[in-house]
T-cell receptor
Framework: NAGVTQTPKFQVLKTGQSMTLQCAQD?????MSWYRQDPGMGLRLIHY???????DQGEVPNGYNVSRSTTEDFPLRLLSAAPSQTSVYFC???????????????FGSGTRLTVV | AQKITQTQPGMFVQEKEAVTLDCTYD???????LFWYKQPSSGEMIFLIY??????QNATEGRYSLNFQKARKSANLVISASQLGDSAMYFC?????????????????FGTGTQLKVEL
């Protein structure tokens, strides 16, 4: 089925460890984004990309890196995990162009990350 | 200033009744889009409905309708005939900069959500 695939679904890290959250979409969407969800704060944008080779920071980028070498993939790297990065992470993708915006963002199923 | 404000952290509604979830937004753009997403306890984000700033009619999708009042900058979600399966967190979101000159916009900004509980 077409959609956004995130891996892993669950992860426990020790403080200081690094890891990469994977995100892949097969809908040829130009826009891809990473969000984190914390209780009472909704979803906050970490990083986003408007196409292969183009990325930019969102609202809460500190401690995270991204790259986009292909249209399909948009991995999120945690450089040195901290307890404050304990959260649920969502990858999302979307068509570009104002005429297609109405189809919304498609979200992955999320990654629940715990940093101890 | 908050771009998306949802003032109801929690709502209760009886089965088969209608319920309105409030959302106000703040933008200086003329071309923008408003979305509602549902997040059940299983955690996935489900797209419900979209309203464009230039759409003349209020959006409807089955039991969902969006009460769009542009001058008041509000985009309330109305769920008719509530069902037990409607119990979930609901998020309002906005995508700005949808005009041709701004490249179609790319950032979706969310409110803090409203937890809806449907009771028998």
């Amino acid at each position: 089925n077409a959609g956004v695939t995130q891996t892993p679904k669950f992860q426990v890290l020790k403080t200081g460890q690094s890891m990469t959250l994977q995100c892949a979409q097969d809908m040829n969407h130009e826009y891809m984004s990473w969000y984190r969800q914390d209780p009472g704060m909704g979803l906050r944008l970490i990083h986003y990309s408007v196409g292969a080779g183009i990325t930019d920071q969102g609202e809460v980028p500190n401690g995270y890196n991204v790259s986009r070498s292909t249209t399909e993939d948009f991995p999120l790297r945690l450089l040195s995990a901290a307890p404050s990065q304990t959260s649920v992470y969502f990858c999302a993708s979307s068509y570009s162009g104002s005429g297609l915006v109405r189809y919304g963002y498609t979200f992955g199923s999320g990654t629940r990350l715990t940093v101890v | 200033a908050q771009k998306i404000t949802q003032t109801q952290p929690g709502m209760f509604v009886q089965e088969k009744e209608a319920v309105t979830l409030d959302c106000t937004y703040d933008t200086s753009d003329q071309s923008y889009g408003l979305f509602w997403y549902k997040q059940p306890s299983s955690g996935e984000m489900i797209f419900l409905i979209y309203q464009g700033s230039y759409d003349e009619q209020n959006a409807t999708e089955g039991r969902y309708s969006l009460n769009f009042q542009k001058a008041r900058k509000s985009a309330n979600l109305v769920i008719s005939a509530s069902q037990l399966g409607d119990s979930a967190m609901y998020f309002c979101a906005m995508r700005e900069g949808l005009g041709v000159l701004t490249g179609g916009g790319n950032k979706l900004t969310f409110g803090t959500g409203t937890q809806l509980k449907v009771e028998l």
